[in-house]
Nanobody, 124 residues
């Protein structure tokens, strides 16, 4: 069994910052590629950022590039999403996802495990 637990969401004013964390538990040896997705009300799930097993390869949605940074600390078994210069359109539930693949994974259906999500609300 694998569980992903997100933390760090909340309410912030536009221009502010938040850092999300994702801490897997259980059989974490299966977890390599990690990603953050988000879903705003009435919208589809979208990839925000993804990272490979070593942390040396990352990918970002065009809408967050230059503002968000995904990173991982394999010693702590934790993945982070640093979100700066937040905008009201970043408001969504953010989900952590994990896959067994070693390389970077950017498609939703290739992820094997999902967290429950954490709400991020950016006020204007």
């Amino acid at each position: 069994q694998v569980q992903l637990v997100e933390s760090g969401g909340g309410l912030v004013q536009a221009g502010g910052s938040l850092r999300l964390s994702c801490a897997p538990s259980g059989r974490t040896s299966r977890l390599n590629a990690m990603g953050w997705f988000r879903q705003a009300p009435g919208k589809e799930h979208e990839l925000v950022a993804a990272i490979n097993w070593s942390g040396g390869n990352t990918a970002y949605a065009a809408s967050v590039k230059g503002r968000f940074t995904i990173s991982r600390d394999n010693a702590k078994n934790t993945v982070y999403l640093q979100m700066n210069s937040l905008k009201p359109e970043d408001t969504a539930v953010y989900y952590c996802a994990a896959a067994g693949a070693l390389g970077i994974v950017t498609t939703r259906d290739k992820y094997d495990y999902w967290g429950q999500g954490t709400q991020v609300t950016v006020s204007s």
